[in-house]
Each structure stands twice: as structure tokens, then as C-alpha cells.
């Protein structure tokens, strides 16, 4: 599913349960050992998607540790973002060579609780909704906004090791799957051009909807 919105140059690995050839390096053991066993089965499951991605890309298998803000540590020359939810975990991962950054999220394909769409949405983006929502009641838009948000957010950070809050971008989705994130803050210079907004895809399946943004190393 997720590799339906990703570009050709990023190796996606996706699964719907926890496999149990899934297992922690050595030095990922420490950051669960206190953990709760959903909270462990998501951690481990995920890495072994990237850590299968990575064999995709030639990579020898490597500790995938969490570093500042949470923010996975990828082995050299390697740019990636993984997702974890209710019966879905995936890693994508491509060369940096290729790719700048990635962003993917996904959640289940449910509507938001009560109150959260208000504490993550513009008022603008509340009235977008609003419109999709009246063309095309099947998909739940503010599920897919939540995981737009968090695909923004995780394609912006390793470029900037800065936080960016719910507030800090807007975004507007087309119907035909796509969707464009404006930045409301000063963006990254990559470049030497400043990132002024990302451009990403989204889908909806097997009951999940899914969001990921690539971006690409300028020509």
C-alpha cells in the first residue's frame, strides 16, 4: 500500500501483524526493556521492516536508535521514516543520494476523537474539510489531515532538527490522492533554496490511511 504513494527510489516494507522472526539488535533492547508488550511488538516489528528495507538497498543490518525528539537514527547515506498503528507497521527507506528526506504516516481510517481535529487543524483547513467532506464521505479527511500533519512534520526535521507544531503548516488535499503542505514558518535551505512547502500523496486501504512525502536531491 504505502509504496502506491512513494517514488520509485524508496524501498517500502509493510506488514499487518507482528512476524515472529521480528527481533531487537542488541542495542535497541535497552530503550524497551520497561515497555509494555504493545508498546514493544510495535518498536520491534517496525525495525524489522527497516532493517529488510535496508537489505533491499545493500545496507548491512544496523541498530536503529531513537535520537533527538524521538527521530530514528539511519545509517549513513541512508534517509527513512517508519509508521506504526493498529494492525500496520511500516519503514521506507531510500539512499541520500536520492532523496533529501521522507515523511510517511499512518493511522487507522477512523474519524479523529471528539476535540482533537480542533487542537491539530487551522480554521481554514476545518472549512477545506468540510467541502472534501461533502464530495467524498467514504474517507474520512480528518484522519487523513492528522496523518498529513505528521508526515510534514517528519520529512522537516532531519532537514532542520527544529520542531513544527500542528499550526505551523497548512495543507490542502486533492481528491485524485494528492495533497501540498505550505509552511507557515521560515523553511530549510536546501540547495540553496529555501523550502517554502512539501508536495506529498495519500491513500486509503485495508483500513488504514496512509500519507508520505518524498523530498528529492535538486538536479
Keep these: 500500500m504505502i509504496e502506491s504513494i512513494l517514488p520509485a527510489e524508496v524501498v517500502a516494507i509493510e506488514v499487518y501483524d507482528d512476524p515472529p522472526e521480528a527481533v531487537l539488535l542488541p542495542e535497541e533492547e535497552p530503550v524497551v526493556a520497561k515497555a509494555v508488550d504493545k508498546r514493544r511488538r510495535e518498536f520491534t516489528t517496525v525495525r524489522h521492516c527497516a ?18 525528539r524521538g527521530a530514528p537514527t539511519w545509517p549513513a547515506g541512508i534517509v527513512g521514516s517508519m509508521t506504526h498503528c493498529a494492525g500496520y507497521r511500516a519503514a521506507v527507506l531510500a539512499l541520500d543520494t536520492d532523496l533529501r528526506s521522507v515523511g510517511i504516516d499512518a493511522e487507522p481510517h477512523v474519524p479523529l476523537p471528539e476535540g ?4 491539530v487543524s487551522l480554521p ?18 480528518d484522519k487523513l489531515l492528522f496523518a498529513g500533519k505528521e508526515s510534514v512534520y517528519k520529512a522537516w526535521f532531519p532537514l532542520t532538527r527544529k ?9 490542502e488535499f486533492d481528491p485524485d490522492g494528492g495533497f501540498r503542505a505550505r509552511l507557515l514558518v521560515a523553511g530549510p535551505v536546501v540547495d540553496g533554496v529555501e523550502i517554502t512547502g512539501f508536495t506529498g500523496r495519500w491513500t486509503v486501504a485495508n483500513g488504514i490511511a496512509a500519507t508520505a512525502i518524498a523530498v528529492p536531491v535538486k538536479a
Design 51 to 68: 532493517r529488510q528495507a535496508m537489505a533491499r538497498l545493500g545496507v548491512p543490518p544496523a541498530p536503529i536508535l531513537p535520537g533527538e
Design 116 to 119: 482533537v481535529l480542533e487542537a
Design 124 to 141: 481554514e483547513e476545518r472549512v477545506h474539510l468540510a467541502a472534501l467532506a461533502a464530495g467524498s464521505r467514504d474517507v474520512h479527511w
Design 163 to 171: 520542531w513544527l507544531g500542528f499550526s505551523d503548516a497548512h495543507i
